[in-house]
Every structure is written in structure tokens, then in C-alpha cells.
């Protein structure tokens, strides 16, 4: 019997540790949408990759994509640096063990639906990005032009924001290139705020509200906080977006 027992006991699944429950959660839910909701991906240059200031040699990709809702389209043009979903199932390991959450699975599922349903895990370095107005803080179903720099929607000298007509290749590029005038206030892909940041430690003074004098700052800080999750799975704007979440009783 005791034979038996022992037996049993090395065929048994090991069991995961919270942070691999969460991970496998994550992973689980992104696996189950094939497309991730991405798309901003549906034609990427592949063969060509473009640099952006601070950025360094990240695979940046231009992407064209159309958004068609309440019988209008619209062509957007814009540089992607996405991350993959294996990476941002770590980030989410990370991000729950920082929360100390309670049940690490759900808090993983919990985070990346989330993710998916803000913005695929899509991170725009710059150019304009294609919304439905009720999704970009406005309402109704009609599109608009959000123009991005460093995972953020901004308001840039191009002029583009808000816009409902069809802009140009040219455009989005200017827009690109164009000095930042407002840099509003969440930031992909947690779709975290300044006072998420604060919330996880961050010590930069990013400033409160869009249009403070700080909002360069607060650019900087999504871009380098991308680039380091993407090297190393911890993500201190998901970790302040956990930890609030966790704070207010919608994760576990």
C-alpha cells in the first residue's frame, strides 16, 4: 500500500506556484483569441523596421488598417511596437504577485481580458489610431482620429486629433514627426494613468492631469516603462493598474 501511495505521489502533477497560475491564466485567455483583437495589424511591413527617438533598436513596424462603423471607414497609419502575448502573460504573473492577489488564475484571466478588450496588447509609437467615439471617451458609433505618440493619445501641432475624415499617409507621417501638444491620460497597454504609476512607486514627476507641464514626462515614462517590460516582464503601469483594481474589489 505504501508502495502504492508513494507511486501516486510521483505521478502527480506538480503543483504551480501562484505566479505560474497566473501566467498560465493569462496565456490561456490570449490563446483563446486568436487575433488578440489586433487590428492595427492587419498589414504590417515585415521586411522594414523603423527607428524613433529613445526607442533605440526596437523592431518598430508601420501597419495600415481600416475601422468601418455607422456605415463610415476609415484608413488608419501608424508605428507599432507590439509586444508578444507570452510577454505580456508574464508582465500579468508579475502584476498579480505585486497585488498580491488571492486567486492568482482569476486575477491572470482577470488582466488579460482587460488588455484584449482596451487594446490588444497594441502599443503605438506614433501615428494616428482609429476609434469609435464612445470607446475614446466621447459617445456614439461614429470614427474618429486619435493621434498617438509613446502609447498615449495625444494632441500634436498636426492638428489631427478628433478628426472624422479620411487624413493621408502624409498626414499621419507629419503627425508623427509633430511637436506633442497635449498628451492625454491613459497609456497602453494597461491602460493605466499617471496615478497608476504613482500608485506602483514611480518617483518621475509626470504631473496630475494632461496639459500640466508635465506631459512629456509622462511620455517618457510609458516608453520606457514598454521598453523594460518587454526585456524583463515587469510592467509598473500594470502593477499600479493591479494594485488599484485590488484596492477597489474588482480582482481578486
Known amino acids: 500500500m505504501f ?10 502533477p506538480e503543483k504551480l506556484s501562484a505566479s505560474e497560475e497566473a501566467y498560465a ?20 511591413d515585415a521586411n522594414t523596421t523603423t527607428t524613433f527617438p529613445g526607442y533605440g533598436d526596437a523592431p518598430i513596424q508601420f501597419c495600415v488598417y481600416t475601422v468601418t462603423s455607422g456605415g463610415a471607414t476609415l484608413e488608419g497609419y501608424v508605428y507599432l511596437l507590439n509586444p508578444t502575448f507570452e510577454n ?12 498580491q492577489s488571492r486567486n492568482p488564475k482569476a486575477c ?66 507629419m503627425s508623427a514627426q509633430s511637436k506633442v501638444v497635449r498628451a492625454m491620460r491613459f497609456a497602453r497597454i494597461a491602460d493605466a494613468t499617471r496615478q497608476d504609476y504613482r500608485l506602483a512607486g514611480g518617483e518621475i514627476d509626470v504631473g496630475q ?3 500640466d507641464g508635465k506631459d512629456q514626462a509622462w511620455l517618457d515614462v510609458v516608453r520606457d516603462n514598454e521598453l523594460e517590460a518587454r526585456r524583463s516582464g515587469r510592467d509598473v503601469l ?3 493598474v493591479a494594485l488599484r483594481q485590488k484596492q477597489s474589489g474588482k480582482l481578486p
Open 25 to 44: 491564466a493569462a496565456l490561456a485567455y490570449f490563446e483563446s483569441k486568436p487575433r488578440g483583437d489586433r487590428g492595427m495589424n492587419a498589414s504590417c
Open 108 to 173: 491572470g484571466k482577470a488582466l488579460a481580458e482587460r488588455i484584449v478588450n482596451q487594446n490588444g496588447a497594441q502599443f503605438p509609437v506614433a501615428g494616428v489610431v482609429i476609434e469609435k467615439k464612445v470607446a475614446a471617451g466621447g459617445s456614439g458609433q461614429s470614427l474618429v482620429n486619435l493621434e498617438f505618440r509613446d502609447g498615449v493619445a495625444t494632441r500634436t501641432a498636426a492638428n489631427l486629433y478628433w478628426t472624422q475624415t479620411q487624413i493621408t499617409r502624409e498626414q499621419a507621417f
Open 209 to 211: 492631469d494632461p496639459g
Open 3 to 12: 508502495r502504492i501511495l508513494l507511486l501516486g505521489l510521483l505521478l502527480a
Open 238 to 240: 500594470l502593477n499600479g
Open 88 to 99: 505580456v502573460a508574464r508582465r500579468i504573473a508579475n502584476a498579480c504577485a505585486f497585488a
